[in-house]
Structure formats: C-alpha cells, structure tokens
C-alpha cells in the first residue's frame, strides 16, 4: 500500500505534468498571433503613418488624388480641410482625409 505522502506527491506530479502539457498546446495558438502581428498589424501601421504624414504635410502647389477620384492641385490648407482646383474657375473644399495620394507622374490625368 502507497503512503499519503507518497499518493500527495504523485498527484503532485500528475498536477505539474497537465500544466506543461496545457502550456505545450498553447505555443501554436502563440505563434499564430506572433505572425499574424508581423504580416498583418506592422505593414498596416507604417502604411498608416506614411498616409498621416502625407496629408500633414500637404503644401498650396501639390497636385493630389482623392478618395472620390478627383484629381487637383492645392490651393489652400486649413486644419482637417484643404481648397482644391480642379479646373480654371471650379475649387472645392475637401477633407484631408479624403486625399488618397500624391499625383504621380505616371498617373496624370489628360489636360485640355
């Protein structure tokens, strides 16, 4: 027959074993997150960051892109609104979030 003490630490043993193999099965569920944050979460961030650095810098003379498709040239920048022109008499007002991109020179639009 088995002693109490000897019974406390098998179950002891038994107790530790489940808690290895708990952490064990947890190590794919880590790595999964782990690339996730890397393929996923880091190039959203700088791409993020890039696009506010872009719309902060905005200056009167840059030819821009909206989300809308309408390509202009900046007149003016406020704090969230920038004035665009779009042709010789037409400006609208629009929101800094709304600018996509920087024209660039291989997307230019035909002048007329």
Not at 53 to 81: H, M, P, Q
Request: aromatic share 6%; net charge positive.
């Amino acid at each position: 027959m088995m002693s109490a003490e000897s019974t406390a630490t098998w179950t002891l043993l038994a107790f530790q074993a489940g808690g290895v193999q708990q952490l064990v099965s947890m190590i794919p569920i880590v790595a999964i997150v782990g690339i996730f944050y890397v393929l996923v979460w880091l190039p959203m961030r700088k791409k993020q960051k890039d696009f506010q650095a872009l719309v902060e810098n905005l200056k009167k003379g840059d030819r821009v892109v909206t989300t809308g498709g309408i390509y202009g040239e900046v007149v003016s920048v406020d704090t969230a609104t920038v004035i665009l022109k779009i042709a010789d008499t037409v400006k609208v007002k629009v929101a800094k979030a709304a600018i996509s991109a920087l024209e660039g020179e291989g997307d230019k639009g035909d002048k007329q």
